[in-house]
């Protein structure tokens, strides 16, 4: 995530004059911790859904990968797609005046350049020990209800028994917004669980043993909330954000990996998971979601593959233009009035999805889609990040404005949070640091001469002090844990470049990327990688940084 440090709200999005403060915010990004991706996993039975409504048919293989979604290739175009909803679409008009805007630098030639073979990170997405879940979920707009029907299939990797399985119940953290109305247990009613804020514990009749696996039916509902000043989760006037709204089972390492909730910086920690919704809505309802989007009978029907959460955000409002880089399809929905802004960021995506896939790893999902909102910064969940409506206001074309750089911060977490998961509330920096250093990624082959701009406008005109590896709760104030962890952290990764030299430096992000892919990484993962690309001594540029050695 982005979180700012101003906290103007919009309270209608089409009325923004363009004074607006100016935003010299940070990026924040979700992690969690530690935990190498489990090896040898045993073989699981196959996983047979009951579809719970007759017009609707369960995906036929549930959770198997769609082909080529690991290895799209990166070609550098921005090509109108006919869109199917009431869109706006790129004309050639708006590309050229787009370009002519947005990119006054060349573009390098390495950016057209496709990634090598040997760069897509082995085929993690075919996984049979993934936790599964499948939603039939229906949305009322204008009530601000969901109802919800979750089945989870749960594979025990932990290694250990589970005398009990831990969800988090985030929607519960909002007075009187979660309803929880049943859960099963393989067809038999659970009665023995306990829900208490975040945390949902199902005490099990038996034990899970190791290898094996379990079905969870969990009917809920939520009354969402108004959207709080300061919050994502909610609905405000025209538009409903859903994220991190349904239970889902926390990671296990030496115990259940449900931190507490904190004023900034994200305090989740998320396995990678295989994802099915069925969603209805209102027919004037658009929705932005986290995948494709597919007929299922009366049903839409939502696939994400290997990511750490699913997100959704509707308006019976939203404009949208879309573009793509290779398979990758990249929509931006925004608010009528703000077209250039919508198509600014859109043009931004497409450079940045380019670059990150040949500089990282190929892009970890099917669609990207950018949702223009009311928040103070900007916040990346998996294959949908939110930016501020604010950043829209402000935007006055090209490259050097908020929008651009958070926008593409968040997306950056595409990697750095969604492919590579980490502990985000123990070290955040393993995905804020790396997202900020990103931006200077993304400028350095898309604006060369826009660098120095870059380190004076987000890094060094806060002055940054601070240990790269604070955690979430040591931070202090939200000015003081940014500077440590995100703008000291774009210093320390600078550093680290220049003493490791630039190939090594490139070498090791996509080795890093390629390791950890859908798993998550740790601070030691992250130094153990590095060590891997170059012999230099590193520990005096560890210790001008980080409180603790590695
Ligand atoms: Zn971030």
Redesign the pocket.
């Known amino acids: ?2 979180p700012s440090r101003t906290t103007t709200k919009n309270h209608t999005h089409r009325n923004k004059s363009l004074l607006l403060i100016t935003y010299y915010s ?4 979700l992690l969690i911790s530690c935990a190498s991706p489990t090896s040898a996993p045993p073989v699981f039975p196959t996983f047979i859904l009951v579809t719970q409504d007759p017009n609707a048919s369960p995906t036929p293989t549930p959770f198997q990968p769609l082909g080529g979604i690991e290895t799209p290739l990166p070609t550098f175009t921005l090509s109108p797609i006919p869109s199917d909803t009431p869109t706006i679409t790129l004309t050639p008009t708006a590309t050229a005046t787009l370009t002519a805007t947005a990119s006054p630098t060349p573009v390098p030639p390495s950016v057209t350049v496709a990634p090598a073979a040997t760069t897509v990170p082995p085929p993690t997405a075919l996984q049979p020990s993934r936790t599964n879940y499948i939603f039939y979920a229906t949305l009322d707009f204008d009530a601000h209800t969901l109802d919800v029907d979750e089945t989870i299939r749960y594979y025990n990797t932990t290694g250990v028994a589970l005398s009990d399985i831990v969800l988090s119940v985030q929607p519960n953290r909002y007075g009187g917004a979660f309803s929880l109305l049943v859960i099963y247990q393989d067809n038999i009613q659970l009665t023995t669980y306990s829900l208490n804020d975040q945390r949902l514990t199902l005490n099990l009749s038996q034990p899970l043993q190791p290898g094996a696996a379990t079905t969870l039916g969990i009917k809920f509902k939520i009354n969402i909330p108004a959207k709080a000043s300061e919050g994502l989760f909610g609905y405000d006037f025209n538009q409903i954000d859903l994220v991190d709204w349904y239970p889902f089972v926390i990671p296990y390492v030496n115990g259940w990996v449900l931190h507490d909730p904190m004023s900034f910086g994200e305090h989740l920690v998320y396995d990678a998971s295989d994802i099915e919704l069925n969603l209805k809505t209102g027919p004037d309802v658009i929705v932005a979601a986290s995948a494709p989007a597919e007929p299922n009978g009366d049903w839409t029907r939502y696939r994400l593959y290997g990511a750490r959460t699913f997100t959704l955000s509707a308006s019976d409002e939203f404009l949208m233009s879309e573009s793509a880089v290779g398979s990758v399809k990249i929509r931006s929905y925004y608010f009528n009035g703000y077209q250039a802004a919508g198509e600014g960021i859109l043009y931004a995506a497409v450079q940045a999805v380019s670059i990150y896939s040949v500089k990282f790893a190929p892009y970890p999902y099917e669609t990207l889609s950018i949702v223009q909102t009311d928040i103070h910064d ?1 916040m ?1 969940t998996d294959g949908l990040v939110f930016l501020a409506s604010d950043f829209y206001g402000q935007y006055g074309g090209g490259a050097k404005n908020n929008l651009v750089t958070i926008g593409v ?2 997306i950056a ?1 595409q990697w750095w ?1 969604g492919l590579v998961g980490n502990d985000q509330a123990l070290e955040p920096w393993l ?2 640091a790396m ?2 250093y990103s931006e200077r990624i993304f400028y350095e082959f898309n604006y060369p001469r826009y660098g120095d701009w870059w380190w004076q406008f987000r890094v060094d005109y806060f002055k940054p002090t601070g240990y790269v590896d604070t955690p979430i709760y040591s931070g202090g104030s939200f000015r003081a844990y940014t500077n440590a962890v ?1 703008l000291r952290g774009a210093h320390f990764m600078e550093d680290l470049r220049v003493r490791m030299g630039d190939d090594n430096f490139y070498a090791f992000l996509k080795d890093y990327a390629a390791r950890y892919s859908r798993g998550r990484a740790t601070s030691a993962d992250f130094f153990n990688t590095v060590r891997a690309h170059t012999q230099a001594d590193i520990n005096d540029v560890i210790m001008d940084y980080f409180s603790a050695s590695y």
């Open positions: 995530m982005n940070l990026l924040v990004t900007g990346e911060h968040e977490h949070y995905d804020e997202a900020a995100y």
